[in-house]
């Protein structure tokens, strides 16, 4: 969704896997000049991994898996490599190119990081992430992934369902809306130098999408700590809407009366919808909405209903028309 994207020009994921090839084929064009190797042609060596340390605080949770599965805590597709994770991203506040995000947030520093909670709560307070991690337990999660431009993935998530947080502040009766930002600082964050976006990114749920089990703050990936480019130290999941409402590196959280402003729907309200479910079948204004190529993989997937979570999440839509509130 750059601002290419946005005036029509979606970069496909066909396009990326292109680069990809063209830059395998150069590299391995190299390799094979310098050592012949034909096993090094089929197996390229550009390979990511997180040099982070294993996230503290991990527990394994006592559901079996059956549990895991029909609460949507554990999908049983292939997870996503740890390599396609964390360099292909969507980030702003760094670059828009997906290819980048990792390198352009190499040096993005998040030691002393707070989140203020605020607004219609009895206990207004300010969170540092070793508090979070009090507030329940740092679970596992394998969700699916489905950004808005129709690319996805699997993702093993760790994190501390939302609720827990929620309930710690203790909102109050006419609290019906959750307000989340970003950091706004264009010194760590150069992204925010230039107008693509407005800053500082700002999300929003209603307050009872913000209290389901599947709500996710996230804290890490692959048993380890979030790297910048997903979002450290913290950011939002909820794996039944686009990716776009997953938003990162959260500094405030407000509990409110009314719904509060979205990046993505204030900067084109036709194509980019408050409640931005997953939904096949109603198309983005300038896509199909009814398959994704999921990373990794050749071939599209069909896209499903709240992105495979309709037994969870399903109820909380009922009466409403999801073609008008998209
Ligand atoms: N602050 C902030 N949050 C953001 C974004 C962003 O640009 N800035 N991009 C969103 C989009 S469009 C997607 S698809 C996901 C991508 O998450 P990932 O890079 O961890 O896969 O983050 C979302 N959260
Ligand atoms: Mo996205």
Redesign the pocket.
């Known amino acids: ?1 750059s601002g290419n994207e946005l005036r029509g020009e979606v970069t496909p994921y066909s396009m990326y896997a292109n680069r990809r090839w063209f830059m395998k084929a150069v590299g391995a064009a190299g390799v094979l000049a310098a050592s012949g190797g034909v096993y090094r042609w089929f197996n390229p060596v550009r390979k990511m991994e997180l040099d982070t340390v294993a996230i503290e605080g991990l527990v394994s949770t006592e559901l079996s898996e059956d549990q895991r599965r029909s609460l949507g805590y554990l999908v049983d597709e292939p997870r996503t490599s740890e390599s396609d ?2 360099s ?7 670059t ?1 190119d ?1 290819n980048a ?1 990792a390198e352009a947030s190499r040096n993005f520093k998040t030691e002393g990081w707070q989140i203020r909670v605020e607004g219609l709560v009895h206990k207004p307070t300010t969170f540092t992430i070793s508090d979070l991690k009090s507030l329940g337990p740092i679970e596992e999660r394998i969700y699916r ?5 129709a ?1 996805s ?1 699997v ?1 093993p998530w760790a994190g501390l369902q939302l609720s827990h947080l929620l309930d710690a502040v203790q909102p109050m009766n006419g609290a019906k809306y959750v307000a989340f930002e ?2 706004y600082d264009p010194e760590r964050m150069p ?1 925010q130098r230039t107008d693509v ?1 407005e800053w ?2 700002v ?1 929003g749920l209603r307050l009872d999408e913000a209290m389901h089990p599947l709500t996710l703050l996230a804290l890490g ?1 692959y048993g380890k700590e979030l790297p910048a ?3 450290a130290p913290v ?2 999941v909820i794996p039944w809407k ?9 500094v405030k959280i407000s509990l409110l009366a009314s719904e509060p402003p979205c ?2 729907k204030r900067y084109a309200p036709t194509e980019y919808g408050f409640l931005a479910n997953v939904n096949p079948n109603v198309p983005h204004p300038r896509w199909s909405q009814a398959t994704e190529q999921r990373i990794g993989e050749s071939g599209r997937r069909p896209t499903l209903m709240f992105n495979g979570y309709e037994a969870q999440v399903a109820s909380l839509y009922d009466g409403i028309d999801l073609s008008v509130n998209f």
């Open positions: 969704m994770i964390i292909y991203n969507n980030f702003y506040e760094f828009t997906k995000v992934m489905r950004c808005v431009e690319w993935m993702i970003t950091l992204g976006l500082p990114y999300e990936l480019q997903d979002g950011r939002l686009y990716g776009f409402k997953g938003i990162k590196s959260i990046s993505w």
